[in-house]
């Protein structure tokens, strides 16, 4: 019998998720299909909207969700441009689920370049279709957009250095593989780096070659827009950027007032858009990052649209 993992904080999604009745629901990032999976379990007459920008992640989806074939339509696509391009959602979403960040298949697997293991080539691209990968990030940047990326999306103290020992390395021909970085992230730090130093400059161009926080910033409103009444929107992140922008996102939706805050007094008379469900992020258990260690950084929060 085929083993399916358990997706990271999936009873909780699935909580505030409530899938009911014959609604349809978005999980705009389903990767191995782990959270699908447990909507069409907990939900009979339910369908989902199987979204993923990595044609890879959309075929094992397609396998191992195959008995629920009916109930599923899969689109190879950001989850940014759904709203405006899928025809499915002409009804609106009964709830929206985001697991972003990396999957385990895309990890483990060493030519698809994401990970800092020996000889990867770096790629890193989550749609392989795109042109931009890794190693031309690396060649092709400037100095100071380098280092802001080794500095905002890898927490690097020493970002302009590693920026500046990069360009000079690659006066003699782009870096080409996972050696190549971690050799100029050990001139920059001036020893040999930790399994964290490498995770956090890896993380780092991988979000900025995939362009990650722009897409959430533009599909938080796009997704909102499509949700019906009482829908609920879970955002599952993995950074503190993605976290904050979650977080400022719901906050400002759930807000009466929409007016600047320089003004003594409100002239907008708006009315929320919502509700937010998670005072405070929700994290895994000590015993669900036992079992999947990659699931330690893990920040749910859930958001209700108003009836
Ligand atoms: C953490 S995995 C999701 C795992 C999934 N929830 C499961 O249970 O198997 C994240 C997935 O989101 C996809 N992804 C990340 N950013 C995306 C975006 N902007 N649009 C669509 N898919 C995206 C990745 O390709 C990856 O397959």
């Known amino acids: 019998m085929k083993r399916f993992h358990e997706p990271v904080l999936g009873e909780c999604a699935l909580e505030f998720l ?85 999957s385990s298949h895309q990890i483990d697997r060493d030519d698809r370049g994401f990970a800092f293991r020996k000889g990867v080539a770096l790629d890193m691209r989550m749609d392989r279709s795109e042109e931009q990968n890794a190693s031309h990030f690396l060649a092709e940047k400037g100095e100071e957009e380098l280092a802001q990326a080794f500095r905002d999306f890898g927490e690097e103290r020493k970002a302009k250095r590693l920026a500046r020992e990069i360009v000079k390395r690659r006066s003699s021909g782009p870096l080409q593989t996972s050696d190549d970085l971690v050799a100029a992230l050990s001139v920059s730090l001036g020893r040999s780096p930790s399994a964290r130093d490498k995770a956090r400059i890896f993380q780092a161009v991988r979000i900025a070659v995939n362009e990650e926080l722009e897409a959430l910033k533009l599909a938080l409103p796009a997704i909102r827009e499509v ?81």
């Open 227 to 307: 949700m019906n009444e009482k829908a609920v929107m879970v955002v599952i992140s993995y950074h503190s950027l993605e976290d904050r922008l979650v977080k400022n996102a719901f906050r400002d939706w759930s807000s009466d007032c929409l007016c600047p805050p320089e003004l003594p007094l409100c002239t907008c008379r708006g009315r929320s858009l919502g509700k937010v469900l998670t005072k405070r992020p929700i994290m895994p258990s000590e015993r669900e990052v036992v079992i999947n260690p990659r699931a330690r950084s893990a920040r749910l929060r859930a958001w209700r649209r108003a009836a």
């Open 18 to 102: 409530n899938p009911t009745g014959s609604g349809l629901y978005l999980d705009g990032t389903v990767g191995g299909g782990g959270h699908t999976r447990k909507i069409l379990e907990r939900c009979p007459e339910c369908c989902v909207l199987a979204v993923d920008r990595d044609a890879e992640a959309i075929s094992e989806a397609k396998l191992a969700l195959a008995e629920f074939d009916s109930r599923v339509e899969f689109l190879h696509q950001r989850f940014d441009h759904v709203p405006q391009e899928a025809q499915v959602l002409k009804a609106g979403l009964d709830g929206a689920l985001l697991d972003l960040g990396v």
